[in-house]
């Protein structure tokens, strides 16, 4: 018997259990037995061809099934199978060698200290607990100084990021962010007040970051990363901080670090459960050797989606601002090779091995990516400049718009209204007449429906309606609409007085 550790965005199709033990001696065999006990799920783990997903990685205990026989693996009784599908959520010299932790971790490159980097009098008494540590003082906080680390958000993980490393003393904090600060945002992100609430997060940020910190250099990059300018933007940096919450954005991160040679300092989180790593230093492996391809668009909720603790990328950026200063000194052993799992409810630390993929398309030997691409292409979604704007609601074939659905409830016509987000969301806000029916429960209920129904499918913005639509559209139901919008467009268009969350 294995136990099987299932991770959150996957504990919706076991009934909400973090773990299943299940018979089986491979480990294709016990997963073949999970996905037997919850049908739901094996979809979600296995692509039509009956493979594991490129976008789910599978470990036994610690090592990664793919670099031992894959899903014919042996599993012995009291072995651990787990499941670490990609999470939304933010100088190496790339080599062909399998990564291993170095003893010692030795700096991007090396400092040249200037005159600038030299200390003042008011500096030593500010870093004076560091000028104590034998592993830091003078020279240490000398190389702080000189450094420069390039942030890619300003949100939750840039949050404590900026902080910690203003505090610590790094003197030169990129920030790029567009986004302005709203309430959604307090919650985790302790950089910003409710005071900042409309501004400019890269305003918000940098104006706490100086105000901890005077003698920091903030740079401010007030852009979306794109192929255009992503490599002229990192190119001036040490070390970048992946802080970002979305797919097309972390790849199109790890791909400019590779090419131009930059540690990635990476972490993602969501609801209870984070992750942190650093990708593409010293040889060691970067984001594609651990997620090849992305997961589709909608498969992976996003933390607006599926929510966060406020506390959690607290403790995921302050893991990744200890490895970039360790990176910056020089010291310590770096998480290299070395995916570190965390689980807020269970309180606990895993860590797992990562490889260097040798099939890998841009660190790998055999390189096919040789410049950056069309990342939201990529990763199937549209482009910002695609999107429609928020004041704009386009409604296509198989929808339906809010202030239609409100027409149809006020002239009281036939039809069957369902709402398949979680029950704890219903609890907060709700469309009278709705019938509430979970997403990962909805297939369970597809026999209930008649086919000759006028069917509405709504849920918070959108994506999980539309999932459930073509749910019922394989089964055969032609008069199924999903709400364009959800509920957040029902706030926006229709009854102010329902809460927005």
Same mark, same amino acid.
């Given at each position: 018997?294995?136990?099987?550790?299932?991770?959150?965005?996957?504990r919706?199709?076991?009934?909400k259990?973090?773990?299943?033990t299940?018979?089986?001696?491979?480990v294709?065999?016990?997963?073949?037995?999970?996905?037997?006990?919850?049908?739901?799920?094996?979809?979600?783990?296995?692509?039509?061809?009956?493979?594991?997903?490129?976008?789910?990685?599978?470990?036994l205990?610690?090592?990664?099934?793919?670099?031992?026989?894959?899903?014919?693996?042996?599993?012995?009784?009291?072995d651990?199978?787990s499941?670490?599908?990609?999470?939304?959520?933010g100088?190496?010299?790339?080599?062909?060698?399998?990564?291993?932790?170095?003893?010692?971790?030795?700096?991007?490159?090396?400092?040249?200290?200037?005159?600038?980097?030299?200390?003042?009098?008011?500096?030593?008494?500010?870093?004076s607990?560091h000028?104590?540590?034998?592993?830091?003082?003078?020279?240490g906080?000398q190389?702080?100084?000189?450094?420069?680390v390039?942030?890619?958000?300003?949100?939750?993980l840039?949050?404590p990021?900026?902080?910690?490393?203003?505090?610590?003393?790094?003197?030169?904090?990129?920030?790029?962010?567009?986004?302005?600060?709203?309430?959604?945002?307090?919650?985790?992100?302790?950089?910003?007040?409710?005071?900042?609430?409309?501004?400019?997060?890269?305003?918000?940020?940098?104006?706490k970051?100086?105000g901890?910190?005077?003698?920091v250099?903030?740079?401010?990059?007030?852009?979306?990363?794109?192929s255009e300018?992503?490599?002229?933007?990192?190119?001036?940096?040490?070390v970048?901080?992946?802080?970002?919450?979305?797919?097309?954005?972390?790849?199109?991160?790890?791909?400019?670090?590779?090419?131009?040679?930059?540690?990635?300092?990476?972490?993602?989180?969501?609801?209870?459960?984070?992750?942190?790593?650093?990708?593409?230093?010293?040889?060691?492996?970067?984001?594609?050797?651990?997620?090849?391809?992305? +997961?589709? $668009?909608?498969?992976? /909720?996003?933390?607006? *989606?599926?929510? =966060?603790?406020?506390?959690?990328? !607290?403790? &995921?950026? %302050?893991?990744?601002?200890?490895?970039?200063?360790?990176?910056?000194?020089?010291?310590?052993?770096?998480?290299?090779?070395?995916?570190?799992?965390?689980?807020?409810?269970?309180?606990?630390?895993?860590?797992?091995?990562?490889?260097?993929?040798?099939?890998?398309?841009?660190?790998?030997d055999?390189?096919?990516?040789?410049?950056?691409?069309?990342?939201?292409?990529f990763?199937?979604? +549209?482009? $910002?400049?695609?999107? /429609?704007?928020?004041? *704009?609601?386009? =409604?296509?074939?198989?929808?339906? !718009?809010? &202030?239609? %659905?409100?027409?149809k409830?006020?002239?009281?016509?036939?039809?069957?209204?369902?709402?398949?987000?979680?029950?704890?969301?219903?609890?907060?806000?709700?469309?009278?007449?709705?019938?509430?029916i979970?997403?990962?429960?909805f297939?369970?209920?597809v026999?209930?429906?008649?086919?000759?129904?006028?069917?509405?499918?709504?849920?918070?913005?959108?994506?999980?309606?539309?999932?459930?639509?073509?749910?019922?559209?394989?089964?055969?139901?032609?008069?199924?609409?999903n709400?364009?919008?959800?509920?957040?467009?029902?706030?926006d268009?229709?009854?102010?007085?329902?809460?927005?969350?």
């Open positions: 018997m294995a136990k099987i550790l299932i991770p959150t965005p996957l919706q199709f076991t009934g259990q973090d773990s299943v299940v018979a089986g001696d491979t294709g065999s016990a997963l073949a037995n999970l996905t037997a006990q919850f049908p739901d799920l094996r979809k979600q783990i296995f692509n039509d061809e009956g493979k594991v997903r490129s976008f789910v990685n599978v470990y205990n610690d090592e990664d099934i793919r670099y031992l026989s894959k899903t014919d693996t042996p599993v012995k009784d009291g651990a199978i499941l670490v599908p990609s999470i939304a959520g100088s190496a010299l790339v080599g062909s060698a399998l990564a291993g932790p170095p003893e010692k971790a030795a700096p991007p490159e090396e400092v040249t200290l200037s005159d600038e980097a030299t200390l003042t009098k008011e500096e030593i008494l500010r870093y607990r000028l104590i540590i034998p592993e830091v003082g003078i020279e906080q190389k702080l100084k000189a450094a420069k390039l942030l890619i958000g300003a949100g939750g840039g949050a990021l900026g902080l910690y490393l203003a505090a610590a003393g790094v003197g030169r904090i990129g920030l790029v962010d567009f986004d302005v600060v709203d309430f959604t945002n307090l919650q985790r992100q302790v950089i910003h007040s409710t005071a900042d609430v409309g501004r400019n997060k890269i305003d918000s940020a940098a104006e970051m100086k901890i910190n005077p003698n250099t903030v740079v401010k990059h007030e852009v979306a990363l794109t300018n992503a490599l002229d933007i990192l190119k001036d940096y040490d970048v901080v992946d802080g970002t919450d979305n797919f097309p954005t972390r790849y199109l991160v790890n791909d400019a670090c590779v090419l131009l040679g930059k540690p990635n300092v990476y972490g993602s989180i969501f609801r209870f459960e984070g992750q942190a790593t650093v990708f593409a230093y010293q040889g060691g492996p970067c984001y594609r050797c651990l997620y090849p391809e992305p +997961p589709p $668009p909608g498969l992976v /909720p996003s933390c607006a *989606e599926g929510g =966060v603790l406020g506390i959690l990328p !607290g403790t &995921i950026g %302050l893991i990744q601002a200890t490895e970039t200063v360790k990176l910056i000194l020089g010291i310590g052993e770096l998480l290299v090779g070395r995916l570190l799992l965390y689980d807020a409810l269970g309180m606990r630390f895993r860590e797992l091995k990562l490889r260097k993929n040798p099939e890998c398309p841009i660190c790998g055999h390189r096919t990516i040789t410049k950056l691409i069309d990342y939201h292409q990763c199937g979604v +549209p482009s $910002p400049n695609q999107a /429609p704007a928020a004041q *704009e609601t386009k =409604v296509n074939e198989g929808e339906i !718009g809010v &202030i239609e %659905l409100k027409e409830l006020d002239r009281g016509d036939k039809f069957v209204l369902i709402d398949v987000r979680e029950p704890h969301e219903y609890k907060i806000c709700n469309i009278p007449g709705a019938k509430l979970p997403l990962g429960e297939p369970r209920h026999g209930e429906f008649n086919r000759d129904d006028d069917i509405v499918i709504h849920c918070r913005s959108g994506m999980r309606s539309a999932k459930a639509c073509n749910v019922l559209r394989a089964a055969g139901f032609e008069h199924v609409r709400v364009v919008g959800g509920i957040l467009a029902w706030s268009q229709v009854d102010p007085s329902v809460p927005k969350y």
